[in-house]
């Protein structure tokens, strides 16, 4: 007899990119990455759309290759956020707590947890993410769950991730053109984190930095929660503009240089090197010096790494970062980035791949990080639901607007 798969989608939106994920889960929650569709990406700058009608041509490409290439109907997907717009903070709920005997309930639980959830966000910001950290109960630190102690104080800590409500919406709006649900929206950060980290991974502390065409997204988990994510609105595009001013060649060929000639640092070793640019009919002959070049991509690298650096010392997280730093998406292909990025952040640096199985061709891609991650985050949120822990479902539920947008589709 056939064994019953489910079939969850992510979808990234991307810069360079709209990537498509296929992952299957069994009955026993088992969850394998089949197959990664991507097309280039024409409506998106920075990680939003700016052109619906291009993006929504992509999207239409993206998701029938997806269907053609791992034979699956897509109706539903897992979608993923990012943008300047989208950040992230720890927030607090304290509930005071009558009798010094009295030991704490669920229900202490949730009324500190819904204090922690007032927060007052940026207008016309919603919650794309609301998880559940810890919780103190007066001098005990960093609990897991306070049922059952008893005290006076309790107090919960929870991360906000949030971002303008408009612009989130776009793309659910396109998808709704093409008559498809969303399951959920995930940062795309947090879902790169939920690919390339093991559970030892967060135990120890990471910190994930997705570098993208338009923005890089950066997560860190420490005792198995997450401590802080956020978004630089910084990507390869910036270095690709960098070095077409820096050079004087045009986008295309900077774009190509880079991929061809450039290393995320600059050293003795090119120093007084020329590349010969192929010339176009009729103009004269160019050449750019590979010492430029790299030192041009460096400095927008590094500047990207110690943006990154600064919210560690800022949030306090330096000291928790036991496995180091992971790093994908497509700028992590750059030649010596584990280099550079050792030593803005003094840390080992590991090249991710997804932790999750699938053919290797797919789940060691860079670039495909998030799209996955975006699979794991759909499964633990059907867990979620699925074990009836309908408190966290509450909690860690992003935007539910859409439930009325879960008819098949057919044709688009
Ligand atoms: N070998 C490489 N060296 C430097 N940059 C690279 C390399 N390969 C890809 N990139 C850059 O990665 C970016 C695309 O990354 P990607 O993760 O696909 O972006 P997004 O998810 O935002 O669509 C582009 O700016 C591209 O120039
Ligand atoms: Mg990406």
């Not at 197959?35 to 619906?52: A, L, T, Y």
């Not at 790169?192 to 980290?197: K, N, P, T, Y």
């Not at 996955?372 to 860690?396: K, N, Y």
Request: aromatic content about 4%; glycine content about 8%; charged content about 25%.
């Amino acid at each position: 007899m056939f064994e019953k798969k489910r079939t969850i989608i992510g979808l990234e939106t991307g810069t360079a990119k709209i990537r498509v994920a296929v992952g299957e889960q069994s009955a026993t929650g088992a969850l394998n990455i089949v197959h990664v569709s991507e097309v280039e990406s024409n409506g998106v700058v920075k990680g939003e759309i700016v052109n619906p009608g291009a993006a929504l041509e992509d999207l239409r490409n993206a998701l029938a290759d997806a269907e053609d290439q791992a034979n699956v109907e897509i109706t539903h997907v897992v979608l993923g956020v990012t943008g300047r717009h989208v950040s992230g903070f720890n927030n607090r709920g304290v509930k005071m707590i009558p009798s010094a005997d009295r030991e704490i309930t669920e229900e202490d639980v949730e009324d500190v947890l819904k204090d922690a959830r007032a927060v007052a966000l940026p207008n016309g910001h919603c919650m794309i993410h609301c998880i559940r950290q810890n919780f103190n109960v007066d001098d005990r630190t960093n609990l897991p769950s306070p049922v059952g102690i008893c005290g006076s104080r309790l107090e919960s800590y929870l991360h906000v991730v949030h971002g303008n409500k408009d612009r989130s919406q776009t793309a659910f709006k396109l998808l709704k053109q093409l008559e498809l649900g969303v399951d959920e929206m995930a940062f795309n950060g947090l879902a790169s984190a939920m690919s390339l980290l093991e559970p030892e991974h967060k135990e120890l502390g990471a910190l994930v930095i997705d570098l993208g065409a338009g923005t890089t997204e950066f997560v860190v988990y420490a005792n198995r929660i997450i401590k802080h994510t956020g978004v630089v609105a910084v990507g390869g595009h910036n270095v690709t503009n960098d070095l077409a001013l820096g050079l004087r060649v045009s986008q295309v060929q900077a774009e190509q240089l880079k991929l061809k000639h450039g290393e995320a640092i600059a050293d003795d070793s090119c120093k007084g090197q020329i590349i010969t640019l192929p010339t176009d009919v009729g103009l004269p002959a160019r050449s750019v010096n590979l010492e430029h070049l790299r030192r041009i991509q460096a400095l927008r690298l590094t500047e990207t790494f110690e943006i990154i650096a600064d919210a560690l010392t800022d949030n306090d997280l330096w000291e928790c970062l036991g496995a180091g730093v992971f790093l994908c998406g497509g700028g992590s292909r750059t030649p010596r980035i584990q280099e550079l990025a050792e030593k803005v952040f003094q840390l080992p640096v590991t090249l991710g791949k997804s932790s999750l199985s699938g053919p290797t061709s797919v789940t060691s891609v860079p670039e495909f990080q998030a799209a996955i991650g975006l699979v794991r985050f759909g499964a633990s949120q059907r867990a979620r639901r699925s074990t009836g822990d309908s408190f966290m479902e509450r909690l860690a539920e992003p935007l539910k607007a859409i439930s009325a947008w879960r008819n098949p589709v057919k044709a688009r």
